[in-house]
Protein backbone atom coordinates (compact mmCIF):
# COMPACT_ATOMS: atom_id res chain seq x y z
CA UNK A 1 0.00 0.00 0.00
CA UNK A 2 1.70 3.45 -0.58
CA UNK A 3 0.85 6.87 0.64
CA UNK A 4 -1.94 8.95 0.07
CA UNK A 5 0.09 12.17 -0.10
CA UNK A 6 3.23 10.77 -1.56
CA UNK A 7 2.61 7.92 -4.06
CA UNK A 8 6.06 6.62 -4.84
CA UNK A 9 6.20 5.99 -0.82
CA UNK A 10 5.35 2.61 0.82
CA UNK A 11 2.85 3.00 3.76
CA UNK A 12 3.44 2.16 7.27
CA UNK A 13 0.24 3.28 9.39
CA UNK A 14 -3.02 4.60 8.35
CA UNK A 15 -4.70 7.44 9.88
CA UNK A 16 -7.76 6.88 12.82
CA UNK A 17 -9.34 9.98 11.60
CA UNK A 18 -9.56 9.69 8.09
CA UNK A 19 -8.92 6.29 7.13
CA UNK A 20 -6.21 7.20 4.65
CA UNK A 21 -2.59 5.52 4.35
CA UNK A 22 0.26 7.01 5.72
CA UNK A 23 4.47 7.30 5.19
CA UNK A 24 6.58 7.81 7.58
CA UNK A 25 7.33 11.64 7.19
CA UNK A 26 2.91 11.82 7.06
CA UNK A 27 2.60 10.15 10.12
CA UNK A 28 2.04 11.37 13.72
CA UNK A 29 2.01 8.69 16.21
CA UNK A 30 1.22 10.68 19.66
CA UNK A 31 -0.05 8.58 22.38
CA UNK A 32 -0.15 5.88 20.11
CA UNK A 33 -2.49 7.21 18.06
CA UNK A 34 -1.58 7.30 14.40
CA UNK A 35 -2.72 10.49 12.36
CA UNK A 36 -1.98 12.61 9.55
CA UNK A 37 0.72 14.97 10.41
CA UNK A 38 -0.34 18.08 8.86
CA UNK A 39 -4.34 18.06 8.96
CA UNK A 40 -5.89 19.81 11.57
CA UNK A 41 -9.28 18.08 10.69
CA UNK A 42 -7.53 14.36 11.87
CA UNK A 43 -5.98 16.25 15.39
CA UNK A 44 -9.66 17.56 15.98
CA UNK A 45 -11.32 14.04 15.17
CA UNK A 46 -8.67 12.31 17.85
CA UNK A 47 -9.04 14.30 20.22
CA UNK A 48 -12.64 14.13 20.27
CA UNK A 49 -12.68 10.50 20.42
CA UNK A 50 -10.10 10.55 23.28
CA UNK A 51 -12.76 12.96 25.78
CA UNK A 52 -15.78 10.48 24.60
CA UNK A 53 -13.22 7.47 25.14
CA UNK A 54 -12.07 8.63 28.60
CA UNK A 55 -16.26 9.43 29.66
CA UNK A 56 -17.15 6.36 28.50
CA UNK A 57 -14.31 5.09 30.99
CA UNK A 58 -15.08 7.12 33.78
CA UNK A 59 -19.01 6.53 33.29
CA UNK A 60 -17.95 2.59 33.50
CA UNK A 61 -15.99 2.70 36.80
CA UNK A 62 -18.24 4.73 38.48
CA UNK A 63 -20.95 2.53 37.66
CA UNK A 64 -19.01 -0.70 38.56
CA UNK A 65 -18.41 0.50 41.69
CA UNK A 66 -21.72 0.67 42.51
CA UNK A 67 -22.72 -2.14 41.77
CA UNK A 68 -19.86 -3.89 43.43
CA UNK A 69 -20.87 -1.70 45.96
CA UNK A 70 -24.15 -3.18 46.05
CA UNK A 71 -23.30 -6.63 45.85
CA UNK A 72 -21.36 -6.54 48.86
CA UNK A 73 -23.79 -5.10 50.89
CA UNK A 74 -26.18 -7.95 49.44
CA UNK A 75 -23.66 -10.68 50.34
CA UNK A 76 -23.25 -9.12 53.84
CA UNK A 77 -26.78 -8.74 54.92
CA UNK A 78 -27.33 -12.71 53.62
CA UNK A 79 -24.47 -13.76 55.61
CA UNK A 80 -25.67 -11.82 58.59
CA UNK A 81 -29.65 -13.07 58.07
CA UNK A 82 -28.02 -16.67 57.97
CA UNK A 83 -25.73 -16.21 61.45
CA UNK A 84 -29.23 -15.04 62.92
CA UNK A 85 -31.42 -17.86 61.62
CA UNK A 86 -28.52 -20.05 63.07
CA UNK A 87 -28.70 -18.66 66.28
CA UNK A 88 -32.67 -18.50 66.15
CA UNK A 89 -33.07 -22.52 65.03
CA UNK A 90 -29.85 -23.52 66.88
CA UNK A 91 -28.63 -25.45 63.86
CA UNK A 92 -24.49 -24.76 63.22
CA UNK A 93 -25.37 -25.81 59.33
CA UNK A 94 -26.09 -22.57 58.44
CA UNK A 95 -22.73 -20.97 59.94
CA UNK A 96 -20.48 -21.68 57.80
CA UNK A 97 -22.08 -20.67 54.35
CA UNK A 98 -23.42 -17.40 56.48
CA UNK A 99 -19.24 -16.29 57.26
CA UNK A 100 -18.49 -17.37 53.71
CA UNK A 101 -21.28 -14.96 52.92
CA UNK A 102 -19.80 -12.43 55.05
CA UNK A 103 -16.34 -13.09 54.19
CA UNK A 104 -16.82 -12.30 50.30
CA UNK A 105 -19.03 -9.44 51.13
CA UNK A 106 -16.57 -7.58 52.74
CA UNK A 107 -13.71 -8.55 50.17
CA UNK A 108 -16.21 -7.17 47.05
CA UNK A 109 -16.82 -4.12 49.38
CA UNK A 110 -12.99 -3.44 50.43
CA UNK A 111 -12.57 -3.64 46.11
CA UNK A 112 -15.02 -1.56 45.45
CA UNK A 113 -13.88 1.35 47.97
CA UNK A 114 -10.12 0.86 46.55
CA UNK A 115 -11.46 1.56 43.22
CA UNK A 116 -10.33 5.03 41.52
CA UNK A 117 -13.11 6.64 39.99
CA UNK A 118 -11.86 10.03 38.22
Keep these: MKCYYHH?????G???????ALCLECMDTTNNVTKCKNSNF????????N???????ATFTKSQKMVSTILGLLFLLS????IGI??????SFMLV????????????????????VS
Excluded at 8 to 12: G, Q, V
Excluded at 14 to 20: D, E, F, L, N, S
Excluded at 42 to 49: D, F, G, M, N, Y
Aim: proline share 2%.
Design 8 to 12: DRDAF
Design 14 to 20: ICQACGK
Design 42 to 49: CKEIVRLQ
Design 51 to 57: ITYGNIR
Design 79 to 82: GIAG
Design 86 to 91: TFIIED
Design 97 to 116: PSLIFIVIGFAIFYSACRMR
